[in-house]
């Protein structure tokens, strides 16, 4: 019994200390990913997939993280 004990520790260090590392800064590699944000007064949803709004202002669009940008854009540059 004292033998499993052991080895289950031993597996559960193994497992915890895993070469995973998920902080590595890779901002230089990837390509910026911009999302967007679109607001209205007013919306239709004419399926249970599609929702219509109207244009009245403009469409803010802004990246992720590290190094977060923004701007707004108008309809005609979206």
């Known amino acids: 019994m004292k033998k499993l004990s052991y080895l289950f520790l031993a597996l559960l260090m193994l497992a915890c200390t895993t070469d995973d590392n998920n902080n590595v800064d890779n901002s230089n590699t990837l390509e ?12 239709t949803a004419t399926s249970s997939t ?10 803010f669009a802004f990246t992720d993280r590290p190094n977060r940008e923004h701007k707004y854009i108008n309809r005609i540059n979206y």
Do not use: N, Q, R
């Open 32 to 43: 910026k990913e911009w999302l967007y944000t679109h607001t209205a007064l007013e919306a």
């Open 50 to 59: 599609t929702i219509v709004m109207p244009f009245t202002a403009d469409i």
